[in-house]
């Protein structure tokens, strides 16, 4: 891990530095990673195009730049996007924080720690916001459902991943299922997924499911409806081929776990969180950035363990390819419009600044290079933070480079245009 820098600037406080050392410590280790997810995708498409004969009429460079376009987190925050003239850093005063604006930004929650972090944190509001609505009246409650399947260390990712959309059509389908839905009051559902891989059993996706349902379950009422899901969640399981033989008994112990009335539980009080025990709206919405039990991994945790071991490397891969493009949240039809939640993706909320900022300076081509190439992305916005404008043009100023106020550049910028010279040559 990149060491940082001390802060030299006397405005700070004992208390604050801590802060602030360790909110980019946190930080520099979010883009270490990236740059790990980055290079095992970078270089899984590589080998592609170098030993697939229709790519051989390809230069080495068309090669790169194919390979870098392949997937969005191989450029994300390194790249400057196609409709920004310069990369920037912004400040927000407030809340002690600084931004990258300008960079591509890919919003994936399974392949960038970066994003992964901004989203979870944006879609854990919004499942605040759900359990408000739900429990406000005491009429409903968020009744938390865990659906799981047995499985084993030959069985393939994507496979699996197509029998549970498979079965979750079956669970849910039917004149039952219908019949149950109405004598709970069900308003609709949150559904998560996550996935863990364990050096025994492999693989392991499984759902975590928020049913608002009505307010008011005496114990034999849940009985019932626990009775009811596991029956349905087998036949479903059956039908989509995920239940193997000789393995229901051991189904039917741990194939659905139910939680009525979640808030805290027993089971998120296990999570081995560094700062506290999560609530179920912090289960739900940051399901790829749990710690692994000790019998399996998060996709981070085999990602920060990659280096030198192949088999995390594969591992981590070939969850980035399967997850590509999917929701990790889903919200039944209708319930954000209840709530009062805007409709927002990924990649919407991966952009979102959700507080005022200044912008603090803007970098040239050959800035932003010496910023990548020393690994310094966090480190740059610990300096913008702590030591302002100053600080960073010291920083450029070791480098023979001298960094523009942005009202400046923006006047050579003008004269550019007039001129007909490339905007991010400056």
Avoid at 182 to 188: A, R
Wanted: proline share 2%.
């Amino acid at each position: 891990m990149e060491n940082l820098k001390p802060i030299s600037s006397p405005k700070w406080d004992l208390e604050k530095i801590k802060e602030l050392d360790e909110s980019f410590k946190n930080l520099t280790n979010k883009y270490i990673n990236q740059n790990k997810a980055r290079k095992i995708l970078y270089e899984f498409e590589k080998v592609i195009l170098d030993f697939d004969p229709s790519y051989a009429h390809l230069t080495e460079l068309e090669k790169h730049y194919k390979a870098m376009n392949s997937h969005s987190t191989t450029k994300c925050m390194r790249v400057k996007s196609k409709n920004a003239d310069n990369i920037g850093i912004r400040v927000d005063r407030k809340h002690d924080k600084a931004h990258y604006t300008g960079t591509v930004i890919c919003g994936s929650p399974w392949a960038c720690p970066v994003c992964a972090s901004k989203i979870q944190t944006r879609r854990a509001i919004e499942i605040q916001e759900a359990f408000k609505w739900a429990y406000r009246d005491k009429k409903y409650q968020m009744m938390m459902v865990t659906l799981t399947f047995p499985h084993g260390i030959d069985d393939d990712l994507g496979d699996m991943l197509e029998k549970v959309k498979l079965a979750m059509v079956y669970f849910r389908k039917g004149e039952n299922y219908d019949k149950f839905k109405k004598s709970i009051d069900y308003q609709g559902m949150i559904k998560a997924t996550e996935i863990t891989w364990g050096k025994i059993n492999g693989w392991h996706p499984h759902t975590h499911e928020l049913q608002i349902v009505k307010y008011d379950t005496d114990e034999k009422e849940q009985e019932r409806i626990k009775a009811f899901i596991l029956n349905q969640w087998e036949k479903a399981c059956t039908k989509a081929g995920l239940l193997k033989h000789g393995s229901i008994m051991n189904f039917r112990k741990v194939a659905v776990d139910i939680i009525f009335h979640a808030k805290d539980s027993d089971y998120l009080a296990k999570l081995n969180h560094v700062e506290k025990a999560w609530g179920a709206d912090k289960e739900m919405a940051s399901a790829t950035t749990k710690k692994g039990r000790a019998t399996g991994f998060t996709p981070w945790q085999l990602l920060e363990q990659s280096d030198g071991n192949e088999q995390y490397r594969n591992l981590f891969l070939e969850y980035a390819l399967r997850m590509k493009g999917k929701k990790q949240l889903v919200w039944s039809r209708g319930l954000k419009k209840k709530v009062g939640i805007t409709e927002k993706t990924d990649e919407e909320l991966a952009k979102e600044q959700t507080s005022e900022s200044d912008l603090l300076a803007l970098f040239t081509a050959e800035q932003w290079r010496i910023i990548i190439r020393n690994k310094d992305r966090a480190y740059i916005q610990y300096l913008a933070v702590s030591q302002g404008f100053e600080g960073l043009a010291k920083y450029f100023e070791s480098y023979k480079s001298v960094l523009i106020e942005p009202d400046c550049l923006e006047n050579i910028k003008e004269n550019q245009r007039k001129n007909g010279i490339p905007l991010y040559s400056v």
